[in-house]
């Protein structure tokens, strides 16, 4: 399962980056069901796609496009 949502952050804070493109985790992020780790949602979804797996754990995920 996919979770959907937007990260904003102040500017005191560390900006969090997509391990897949490497950019900053601004807008349009995915959370992986069951392990949490985020993306931007394009990314992850062309990953999925292929490998059907977490791009940082490899645990098994739950597609719902």
Not at 16 to 44: K, M, Q, R, W
């Amino acid at each position: 399962k996919i979770k959907r949502g937007k990260h904003r952050t102040s500017i005191n804070h560390v900006i969090p980056t997509c391990s897949i493109c490497l950019e900053y985790l601004l807008e349009n992020i995915d959370a992986l069901d069951p392990c949490g780790h985020v993306f931007h949602s394009e990314c992850v979804k062309i990953h999925i796609e292929r490998k059907k797996t977490c791009p940082n754990c490899r645990k098994q995920v739950i597609i719902l496009f």
